[in-house]
């Protein structure tokens, strides 16, 4: 059974930063792309940041770029999302999806809230 774990998220002040991590299990990770997705309330799921298998491959959105990164252990089973600089309009449910590709992942996570407020 594919599951996909998140954690690290919380309350933080704009301008702060928090580091989430996700732990797979049920799937060869190694040979996964891995992803960060997110869903603000009353918004659309928004694609986040996309690590290849190796973490060779890091992409992320355009309007993310310098504030967001990326990574992975392989050991672990773990994959990662930095986040600093957290501005309100990143409150949202983050939720780290494998399988399949933007939008159609064939597994999600349950997210782990980040509410950016002061």
């Known amino acids: 059974e594919v599951q996909l774990v998140e954690s690290g998220g919380g309350l933080v002040q704009p301008g702060g930063s928090l580091r989430l991590s996700c732990t797979a299990s049920?799937?060869?990770?190694?040979?996964?792309?891995m992803s960060w997705v997110r869903q603000a309330p009353g918004k659309d799921l928004e694609w986040v940041c996309q690590?290849?298998?190796?973490?060779?491959?890091?992409l992320c959105a355009d309007s993310l770029k310098g504030r967001f990164t990326i990574s992975r252990d392989n050991t672990l089973n773990t994959v990662f999302l930095q986040m600093n600089g957290l501005k309100s309009e990143d409150t949202a449910l983050y939720y780290c999806a494998a399988g399949g590709a933007w939008p159609n992942y064939d597994y999600r996570g349950q997210g782990t809230q980040v509410t950016v407020s002061s």
């Open positions: 690590i290849s298998g190796r973490g060779f491959i890091k």
């Open positions: 049920g799937f060869t990770f190694a040979s996964a792309s």
